[in-house]
């Protein structure tokens, strides 16, 4: 028999048949008996005080059920970031003063949305108009207007990490060098745009269904903003069109129809339209960097310094989570003995920065695997061989920050050192640029201050062996119900098909923290495979009393088979064993449970994935326009629990890290932006995408569940770099400052031209 | 502190508020998209051979999506006793014969209800007519049409039971009377006809929303019946608007849905019409008794002798258990030292016989109730006094039956006495008849064969001190999820509004029997008492430790204080314990869990209530039309959970068993029921209804959740009894035949007349 029955096998996804045919039901196919449509008034001022709002000819319209307003909440401020109130800034509907052109300041819930949206034209705000700041580097200045009251220069959040001596260490490098970069912001363009439908009852429960990452977040934060018990609050995913970061927050659309609902005693439906999503909903955060890098001549690294500026719009959101990140990952993915990391979060009127899929690691993946490809030139270096030279290896301690169990960075080097080879002597103007990176697997941080279980699963096995799996992961596209099904599946031994996974209704399923940071295949996982194991651990107690083994012989199941691991084919079916085991005590069916949180591994990650990538571009010099011709990944993710899973990942990575590269950016005038549709908004669309390839690297993560670690986000991380590195080596220039646009590479290589003339 | 906090108090529904709001969502209001509509064609035939089924012209009619008949089953037959396949005989749509007006024979899935009908229409079933037989009297004669392949003279199941030593007891009686009666049938007439949402989807999943008494059973035979895995079908019970007996069993519009929905992929819909469910639904089973009854002098019955013989219809459904009861009833509620009964249950070409509220017993406590009032008038003696004689006690064994542990059945003899000497001398032609009886909380019996435990509970307490109960109890209006959350509440300490119930939905429940035989106080109520102690004693550890008590102390819960028994005012708050015991358990949350199946409790019922009823009528000579002046019921329920909740099943009761008594019946015609609407069946309606009263009687049922035992079936049976007394009080006429019709009394005042002249 084969070491896994189902874990790292070609299956379907358990979503699969509902997805394809169309039948599968999202947030907006939700309709409900009595349910009303909601609207939301958005502020078209940066920055203003609200003086009145008049909302009585819009409640006269006809169809109109009720208006809201900032007056009508608890006037409770909030933020995932719990632990820290005085991170806790956003109200959602806001009663003094808004701070970027979308902030909330009413909200309607009509007969249809065409209603709603008239009745929006008929609410009168006055506002006084404030002087509003949207570039950081101003915003921190002592004249800047302040838009939080209390909060000095606008810094919201600082973060420092240090270790070694920075100092001392530079003094004896051969070499430094200091650069300066721009990361620009991006939109996490789901194909759902956020929505929600809020039922509050007559026995004052409220249900929510809403497209999020993470249900058990949303119902403690409605619950806490309405004034109602976590235990009133019922929140249900169901499919969900992607998530990418902008889902784990509480949005308005959740907001605005739970408040409007348990006013009406009514369901109240809200969905952002694409233009809302565009200009009212989070967005990735854009930094601005100064990095100085130290070295020897032999390319050794021994310092760096690192000080990071970002915008970080109207509120905190999960902006302070990737402002430390970000000064983490700016020391990965490889070990600098001395570090020194000053991070500024300033606060803007501009739409809040915050999470987006890489979670800050794509503007540092960006700038370090830029920077380092500079000094390996400089020092006349392979950009492999200084990889190879400072690259993390397993059982690696980040001083005071991480411990890295497995590690398989150098073996992805080699794979694409290799790969690099076999692609021989390039035409003119093409290039290969590489990039490696390292990516967590789930976080350990706990700002959201959660009293439960960072993950938690349990399993129940029914008489005819059909196990239900109840868990609070969400899966938002990623395919999480699949990995956690073919965990439970493989851990039961038992089929994929014998697993029925209920996920992500905090009204039955544990509560869980949700799909974000790369979490649900290490942590989730855990739980699963724990709750599945304690299932299994009564099974065998009975099979083992029924085949009267000697104690000493250890007992599997393997494919419906319960059997002695030494002698397999002394065994009995898993569903007699099922019914035997039930019958056994007194008709109580078999539930196991398992939980997980990591201990002792460090303050941000119990485990994390290494990966190299290799992007090819061909530069049309007379334009600026380039061509992405090839990406190559080598990622190493531990056990491969998913394959088809993680090719999914590395496809919609290369998508959406190429388009965060090359083409994506949200413009903005005087706070406004300007290409809110997905006409001007560019994305890569699948006919720009380049050939993609996964090259198989074997590691083991004694953390993860079977030896599995993320494959989600990290594959975001590398190609912005990449493709920067690639378009130097093809033509020569070097772009600092993202997206690597055409006119950008067309500015700078006639720059060069002037130059070298 | 008084002793109880929650349970004996007078509250609010659980479910209240969504009902008188009319929020609450029933199966009917159960919208999904994209779904059709479903129709069934039905035999006009009470017997024919089905020669042909031409549904082409059906198939082709707009807006029909698919036609089913028998041929698209597995031909499989069932019932819920699935213990005895012999007694599984019924395939819902017929594939060679129809057996009664109503049998299935093809349904229609289309967009709208109007279409479906239509279509029904279009469908030409060739039928090959077969002589038919309607009265069990006649269908056990050799010479009668057999209505099922190899069942000799249509016997479809007999029943024995005996003890003691008959024939020679009746030598040593004093006197020996023999009678006879016939109890009719009776139809359930919930407000909410049979129904079902079933939905098959592209993952082979089908569930099902449907009015049941049991979701369990619906699973599991629908499973059966469609080649699913159980784990495949989930049932969800919404509201539900009454069952009494009519939806425990696999229906029509379960099935046909399913075999649609599942034919199509889409959603399907059946709603059972009013007259359908008068015709093509199961019923009170209509018996014949044969009664012989001795005693000595004083009044001491010494042996009893019963024969019944039903009128079982065209399928055996739960007839079977009706046989059985009422003949284990017809002992009731006395010490019959020698006993016999025989009963045959015969098919007939006509609509099933099952069960019905009482379930059996009603027809044994109107023959018995009437029967010892006519001894007792030969014996000179007091209706009170030979009861009190022969009346059941504490401890009490039934032989070979059952074991009796607590019994009121005095005390409620004393108050129903005390009632009666109350009201004094009568004016004329009025009189108050008694009735005594006696009925079971829930049934030991397994003959639908389940493995799992008959009661199951799971107690979830999350961090804000919120309890999820999960349970598979079936809340059809009786009001069990008040009753189990109050269980739940009192036996953790909580309030009733910390308490969430998730009942009846297989895919989170646990599996449980669900509502009949009045078993869901004793079984589930001991299901969940036991889960919310378990969960009690994980946090009760906690405590302890936080108090640093001596281990000797008792802690206990009881209004959201955690405290020692003996001093309580050394305590700590519920909500402070339990995130403490989150918190000490790494997050996880606290589950509870209970199970309940009686053992070493004989063959029937775990437990017995008691009572005696008094019906006082006035009887117009003139046209034999009587009134109901006055129910006054003495009932022994054990503890009260829900005095709220007894008094809405004494009203519900009085008027269902008074309609029994007197008015309601289903007259046939060759089979078919001649009054299948609510115009023409006569239900006793709330401006008929007598005055009610309840006589409180206090015991202490040890098998019971805090003593607690039914309430809810047995309440049915003494009525039709009483009423029969009453009117011999009244008038001096005796009628055996129920129901007891004005022109019955009429006659019999006629005759009586005739006799004296």
Request: hydrophobic fraction near 35%; charged fraction near 25%.
């Amino acid at each position: 028999m084969s070491k896994y029955s189902v874990i790292g096998k070609r299956v379907h996804r358990v979503d699969g048949p509902e997805k394809v045919t169309g039948s599968a039901k999202y947030t907006f196919d939700i309709v409900l008996h009595n349910m009303l449509y909601g609207k939301i008034l958005r502020s078209p001022y940066p920055h203003a005080r609200i003086v009145n709002i008049d909302t009585s000819q819009a409640e006269r319209l006809i169809g109109v059920k009720a208006v809201v307003t900032g007056k009508d909440t608890l006037g409770r401020k909030q933020s995932t970031w719990r632990r820290f109130p005085e991170l806790c800034d956003e109200e959602i509907l806001c009663r003094t003063k808004v701070r970027y052109i979308g902030d909330p300041v009413a909200a309607v819930a009509a007969i249809d949305e065409d209603t709603a949206e008239e009745a929006l034209d008929l609410i009168e705000v006055e506002y006084e108009l404030l002087p509003a700041v949207f570039d950081p580097m101003e915003a921190i200045k002592e004249e800047a207007p302040q838009i939080h009251e209390g909060v000095e220069l606008n810094i919201n959040v600082t973060r420092h990490i240090e270790w070694g001596d920075v100092d001392e260490a530079f003094k004896q490098c051969d070499y430094i060098r200091e650069d300066h970069f721009k990361c620009s912001s991006q939109a996490h363009v789901c194909m759902e745009t956020h929505c929600a439908v809020a039922s509050f009852g007559y026995d004052s429960k409220l249900t929510i269904w809403t497209s999020t990452q993470s249900s058990y977040y949303i119902q403690a934060l409605v619950a806490d903003m309405l004034g109602l018990r976590e235990g009133d609050v019922r929140v249900i995913k169901p499919h969900t069109g992607g998530g990418f970061g902008s889902k784990f927050e509480l949005d308005s659309a959740q907001f605005c129809a739970s408040l409007l609902s348990m006013k009406l005693c009514q369901p109240v439906k809200i969905v952002l339209s694409r233009e809302e999503e565009f200009t009212a909903t989070k967005r990735r955060t854009p930094m601005y960097y100064s990095v100085k890098l130290g070295a020897k001549k032999d390319g050794t690294m021994l310092a760096k310094e690192v000080r990071v500026i970002t915008e970080g719009g109207a509120y905190t959101g999960m902006g302070a989570t990737a402002l430390y990140l970000t000064g983490f990952f700016s020391s990965f993915p490889y070990k600098y003995p001395n570090y020194r990391y000053d991070g500024y979060r300033a606060y803007t009127n501009t739409a809040p920065a915050s999470a987006m899929r890489g979670f800050g690691a794509p503007q540092s993946t960006f700038v370090g695997e830029s920077q380092i490809d500079m000094l390996a030139e400089d020092l006349g270096i392979d950009p492999i061989e200084i990889r190879r030279k400072n690259g993390m290896t397993p059982d690696y301690e980040v001083p005071g920050q991480a411990h890295i169990q497995s590690c398989g960075l150098h073996q992805c080097l080699d794979k694409i050192d290799e790969h690099i080879k076999e692609r021989g002597e390039l035409p003119p103007n093409r290039g290969i640029g590489v990039s490696a990176y390292g990516f967590m697997s789930g976080g350990i941080f706990n700002w959201f201050d959660t009293p439960y279980a960072f993950s938690a699963a349990i399993v129940r096995i029914n008489i005819d062996g059909k196990v239900d799996l109840f868990t609070g992961a969400c899966d938002i596209g990623q395919g999480s119900d699949t990995t956690l099904s073919m965990i439970c599946a493989e851990e039961l031994g038992v089929h994929l098909d014998d697993i029925r996974i209920h996920a992500a209704d905090t009204g039955i399923c544990p509560a869980d923290l949700g799909a974000w940071g790369s979490r649900e295949t290490l942590m989730n996982g855990n739980a699963v495979k724990m709750a599945a194991a304690d299932a299994k651990r009564q099974l065998l107690e009975f099979a083992a009393a029924k085949l009267g083994a000697n104690i000493v012989y250890d007992m599997d199941i393997k494919d419906q088979w319960v059997h002695m691991v030494d002698r397999p084919e002394r065994g009995l079916s898993y569903f007699d064993i099922v019914k035997d085991t039930i019958r056994g005590r007194d008709g109580e069916t078999i539930i196991g449970r398992g939980h997980y949180t990591p201990h002792r591994k460090g303050m941000i990650s119990p485990a994390y994935s290494f990966g190299v990538q290799a992007a090819e571009v061909e530069v049309d010099t007379e334009t600026g326009k380039y061509k992405l011709i090839n990406v190559t990944t080598a990622h190493e993710s531990g056990t491969v629990i998913n394959p088809v899973g993680i090719e999914g990942q590395l496809e919609g990575a290369v998508m959406m890290a190429g388009g965060y590269g090359f083409c994506e950016d949200q413009p903005m005038d005087e706070g406004k932006i300007l290409n809110p549709s997905i006409a001007d908004y560019k994305l890569i669309r699948s006919l720009d995408m380049p050939e993609t390839k996964i090259l198989e690297v074997d590691t083991y993560e004694p953390e993860g569940p079977f030896g599995a670690k993320e494959a989600g986000e990290g594959l975001t991380n590398p190609t912005a770099g990449a493709i920067g590195n690639a378009v130097y080596k093809a033509v020569g220039v070097r772009i600092n400052d993202l997206p690597i646009t055409p006119e950008k590479v067309l500015k700078a290589l006639k720059e060069k031209k002037q130059q070298a003339e």
